[in-house]
C-alpha cells in the first residue's frame, strides 16, 4: 500500500487535482440536478461547494493546495464578468425604452439588499470587518472581493457572502415571487430575472436563465447594471459616511 | 476558432480595463471597465460574433466559476462556528429584501406604464 500513499501524496499536491476534482465533482452535481428537473433545492453549486469541501476535509488537503488547482477555474471570473457585455448589448432595445424603470430599480433594490445587510449585521453584533464584508455581498464574487477590500471588509469573506447571497437567490427565488402573486408572462418573467440578478447576482442569474430565458437576459442584464453601481457607489456612500 | 478569438477580445479588453483601473486610480475594477469598453466595441461586427459565442459559452457555466470560492467557506469555519447562524439570518433576510423592493419596484413601473 504504501506505493498507494505515495502516489496520492503526488497527486494531491499538484494544481491536476484542484482542478479536476472542481470540474468532475460539478459536471456530477450538474447532472444530478438535470435529473431532478432542475429542483431548486438540488441547485449544483450548493452541492459542488459541499461536496468538495468534505471532500477536503476527509483527504486531509488544504484549501491553498486545492485552490491552485481551481484557481484556473475561478480565473474566468474575470473574463465571464467582461462577457457580461453581450447580454446587455443583446437587450438594449429594451434597456433603452425602460431605462429609468430598470436603473430605479436597480438603485434602489441593490441599496435595500446591501443597506438591509450592513444594518442587520450591526444589529445583530457581528465584528465591524465582518458587517463590511456583507455590504458587496449581492455583487458577483470576484467584484464583491474588489470592493470590500476597498472599504476595509475581508476580501475571501466577502466572496464567500457573495456566494452565500446567489444560492439563497436562487433557492428562495420561485417560492417568494409565487408568494408576491408575480406572473409567469413575459413581463412577470423579466421582473422576476432582474431581481434575481439585481439581489443574488451570477448565481441567481444562472438559475433564471435555465428556468426561462426572458429572466435569464433580464437576470444578466441586472448582474451587469449591479456590478457597475456598486463598484461605484459602495465605496462612494463609505467615502462620505 | 470563433470562440477562442472571442475569448481573445474578452482577456484583451479585461487587460485594458486593469491597466485604466490602476493606472487612472478609477473606482471600477478592471472587469467591470473592460465590460464597458465591450459594450462600446460591440458595434461592430468584427467583435460581435466571436464574443457572442465566447460569451453564451461562459455565461451558460457561470455557476461553475463560482465554486472555487465557495468552497474557501471551510477557511472561515471559525468565523461560521461563532456566527454562522447570526451571518446566515442576515444574508436570508436581506436577500429577500433585495428580491422583494426589486421585483416590486418593476411591477409598479409597469402598472404605471398600462395606465
Keep these: 500500500m504504501p506505493k498507494f500513499v505515495e502516489l496520492w501524496v503526488y497527486l494531491s499536491a499538484t494544481p491536476l487535482f484542484g482542478l479536476t476534482a472542481t470540474l468532475v465533482v460539478y459536471v456530477l452535481a450538474q447532472a444530478v440536478y438535470a435529473r431532478l428537473n432542475q429542483a431548486a433545492w438540488a441547485n449544483p453549486v450548493l452541492w459542488s461547494v459541499v461536496t468538495l469541501a468534505s471532500l477536503l476535509t476527509v483527504t486531509g488537503v488544504d484549501y491553498p493546495t486545492y485552490f491552485s488547482g481551481a484557481q484556473f477555474i475561478h480565473f474566468l471570473l474575470g473574463p465571464a464578468v467582461v462577457a457580461l457585455a453581450w447580454p446587455l448589448w443583446e437587450r438594449r432595445v429594451a434597456l433603452r425604452q425602460h431605462w429609468h424603470a430598470l436603473l430605479t430599480a436597480a438603485v434602489l433594490g441593490g441599496f435595500a439588499a446591501s443597506g438591509s445587510a450592513l444594518l442587520l449585521g450591526w444589529a445583530v453584533g457581528l465584528p465591524v470587518d465582518v458587517v463590511l464584508s456583507l455590504a458587496p455581498k449581492s455583487v458577483t464574487a470576484p467584484v464583491a472581493m474588489g470592493i470590500a477590500d476597498k472599504i476595509g471588509g475581508i476580501p475571501a469573506l466577502a466572496a464567500v457572502f457573495a456566494v452565500v447571497t446567489g444560492m439563497v437567490g436562487a433557492l428562495s427565488g420561485k417560492v417568494l415571487f409565487g408568494l408576491l402573486k408575480i406572473p409567469t408572462d413575459k413581463d412577470g418573467w423579466m421582473a422576476r430575472g432582474y431581481a434575481l440578478g439585481t439581489a443574488a447576482h451570477g448565481i441567481g442569474a444562472a438559475r433564471a436563465l435555465q428556468v426561462n430565458a426572458d429572466a435569464g437576459a433580464f437576470a444578466g442584464l441586472a448582474l451587469g447594471v449591479q456590478v457597475v453601481l456598486a463598484s461605484l457607489l459602495i465605496p462612494l456612500a463609505f467615502h462620505l459616511f | ?115
Design chain 2, 1 to 115: 476558432m470563433q470562440g477562442l478569438r472571442g475569448f481573445a477580445w474578452l482577456l484583451a479588453m479585461q487587460s485594458l480595463g486593469e491597466l485604466l483601473s490602476r493606472g487612472l486610480n478609477l473606482p471600477f475594477p478592471g472587469p467591470v471597465i473592460g465590460m464597458m469598453l465591450l459594450l462600446a466595441v460591440l458595434q461592430l461586427p468584427v467583435v460581435r460574433e466571436p464574443v457572442a459565442a465566447c460569451a453564451n459559452f461562459l455565461l451558460s457555466h457561470l455557476s461553475l466559476l463560482f465554486v472555487p470560492v465557495g468552497v474557501g467557506v471551510m477557511t472561515h469555519l471559525g468565523l461560521l462556528g461563532q456566527y454562522g447562524l447570526r451571518m446566515m439570518a442576515v444574508i436570508v433576510l436581506s436577500t429577500w429584501f433585495g428580491l422583494v423592493i426589486t421585483v416590486l419596484l418593476l411591477r409598479a413601473f409597469r402598472g404605471q406604464r398600462d395606465a
